[in-house]
């Protein structure tokens, strides 16, 4: 029989602290494969299998794609790469961002429970908003194990919390007593696969390809959902949402995905950027209005330059108000939401 050999983990702010007390509580001798997604800015150059491997006895490395499937290996996203997997290796792609994020957490958690089924832990850590959430809920429909960081232990509560809230989670528990539960659980026998209707068995295949780099067009994958009134923050393509028990999310027809945090903060930010758009042509037509009156003026042409001062000035109190939204516009997260209702 096949043990749960594949453990997939989803962290955010937060959680390189958390993936350090993790490793670190992890046996020498793990007879299954780490996979770790931790949001990581473009660019930036991830230290985390360093600091991983400092930190435990298990080797630990940014994968190429195609690399095997070792027990006792962990295995870390590199930067701007999706990391998923295939049966016996892994992929290391640039499909479409989810929740504005590559690498993100949903499609490696995603890949493995298609693929994997029971084999499968799946773990989420400290993070700001909801990656890993539609994720954590593939593995559980997929008959695997749901592991939480306990929030209060959590640097930032909001993915273990958003977990926690949609998913039948299995533990949750301290950070620093999951290395001994996976010391545990990863010696247990997987059970037989549980029915999956074949919709949503095959809904998660294609998505899984679209983050493979298959054009989202050819999977047609918009059509498991219902046409939204939303635009993609990422490319402004139309949104079709899906459901999947509590969870509301959404997928466009160039590949992006959101949760409903990322979609709210994705357009709450762009908020603030179309208003200083707004508010930087009409300091142009000002300036130029100006400019223009001025050369009126040096050329003796009082009347003209009249109009143009004139109309600069009512182009300046039209932007004052603008200005004032700008800069008093706030970002909206799922926290936002819950620290109100909370208060």
């Known amino acids: 029989m096949a043990k749960k050999d594949i453990v997939v983990i989803g962290a955010s702010a937060g959680g390189m602290d958390a993936l350090e007390k ?33 930190a435990g006895a298990l080797p630990a490395t940014n ?3 195609g690399d095997p499937i070792r027990p006792g290996h962990i295995y870390v996203a590199p930067n701007d790469h999706h990391l998923l997997l ?8 640039k499909g479409p961002k989810e929740n504005r994020f590559r690498p993100a957490v949903d499609p490696l958690f995603r890949s493995a429970a298609y ?17 890993g959430t539609a994720g954590l809920w593939a593995i559980k429909l997929r008959g695997g194990t749901a592991i939480v960081q306990d929030p209060a232990d959590a640097m930032h509560r909001s993915m273990p919390l958003s977990a926690l809230d949609n998913v039948n989670v299995d533990h949750t ?37 679209i983050a493979r780099e298959v054009d989202a067009r050819v999977e047609e994958v918009m059509r498991y ?10 490319c402004h393509g139309v949104l079709s949402v899906f459901r999947e028990g509590s969870i509301r999310r959404f997928r466009c027809h160039t590949g992006h995905a959101l949760s409903s945090g990322s979609l709210l903060e994705g357009h ?23 400019q223009l009156g001025e050369e009126y003026t040096r050329q003796g042409n009082t009347g ?18 603008i200005r004032e939204s700008a800069m008093s516009n706030e970002e909206l997260t799922v926290d936002d939401v819950r620290a109100a209702e909370s208060s």
Request: proline residues 9%; aromatic residues 6%; charged residues 25%.
């Open 22 to 54: 993790l490793v670190a509580g992890l046996p020498a001798e793990l007879p299954a494969a780490l996979f770790i997604v931790w949001h990581l800015a473009p660019g930036v150059k991830s230290v985390l299998p360093m600091v991983l491997r400092r």
């Open 173 to 209: 528990l301290p950070v620093s007593q999951i290395g001994a539960l996976l010391g545990r659980l990863t010696r247990e026998e997987a059970a037989s696969e549980p029915p999956v209707p074949p919709d949503a068995l095959d809904k998660m295949d294609r998505e899984v390809k």
């Open 268 to 290: 709450t930010q762009q908020i603030e950027e179309r208003l200083y758009d707004a508010v930087r042509a009409l300091d142009e037509v000002i300036m130029l209005l100006n």
């Open 86 to 93: 295939e049966r016996g290796y892994v992929r290391v792609t």
């Open 304 to 321: 003209a330059a009249e109009q143009c001062f004139n109309r600069a000035r009512d182009a300046y109190e039209r932007s004052r108000p």
């Open 225 to 234: 959902g219902e046409l939204s009134p939303f635009t993609c923050p990422e």
């Open 115 to 131: 693929i994997y089924s029971t084999r499968v832990i799946g773990i989420v850590l400290s993070g700001a908003l909801d990656d």
């Open 63 to 65: 994968p190429q794609d």
